[in-house]
């Protein structure tokens, strides 16, 4: 959109946090023990007859929704193609909260890899990448991980290096 065309900025949107994540999966059952039993989500409800079950981390209603997929695909998609790359939950602040978490998942059968000294990753049972990292920074004033450059116009160019600057 050019910058003659676009409206007022009293008028812009405004995004205020990510309201929650659905994912289409194979089984329903290996989604309850990943996302519950695993990552000790709670579940909160079910919708569309029995096919979709939500999650919720404490604060939402549900910040993951998972639905019985309609349509087979044959095998995991190709890391780097369009499409959803990762999902993260924080897990605490320290490295020993990171090392606890690393046990826990290991104790129930998945294997960490693409590890940092903050964070590390499991595959759900569909494939999905599911982050786990602790955020030892500082907490805004509002209790909340502040993520975000400066400016949104930093933050684009931190996560595009090729947007204006």
């Not at 329903?28 to 909160?44: P, Q, S």
């Not at 046990?103 to 590390?120: I, K, Y």
């Not at 982050?131 to 920074?137: A, D, I, K, S």
């Given at each position: ?74 095998g ?17 602040q ?47 004033a ?24």
């Open positions: 959109m050019e910058a003659a065309s676009r409206p007022p900025a009293a008028a812009a949107l405004t995004v205020r946090e990510l309201g929650h994540v659905s994912l289409f999966v194979r089984d329903l059952d290996a989604a309850r023990r990943f996302y519950g039993d695993v990552l000790g989500l709670r579940e909160t409800g079910t919708g569309k007859g029995g096919r979709l079950v939500f999650f919720s981390a404490g604060r939402h209603h549900h910040d993951v929704s998972c639905e019985l997929a309609r349509a087979e695909v044959p995991p998609r190709p890391h780097g193609v369009p499409g959803l790359y990762h999902i993260a939950f924080e897990v605490g320290s490295q020993e909260e990171l090392a606890a978490a690393r046990r826990w998942v290991e104790a129930h059968g998945l294997r960490p890899f693409g590890e940092t000294e903050t964070s590390f990753s499991v595959r759900d049972p569909d494939g999905h990448q599911i982050e786990l990292y602790v955020e030892p920074r500082p907490r805004s509002a209790g909340r991980t502040c993520h975000m450059a400066a400016s949104p116009r930093a933050s684009a160019a931190t996560a595009n290096p090729k947007a204006p600057r």
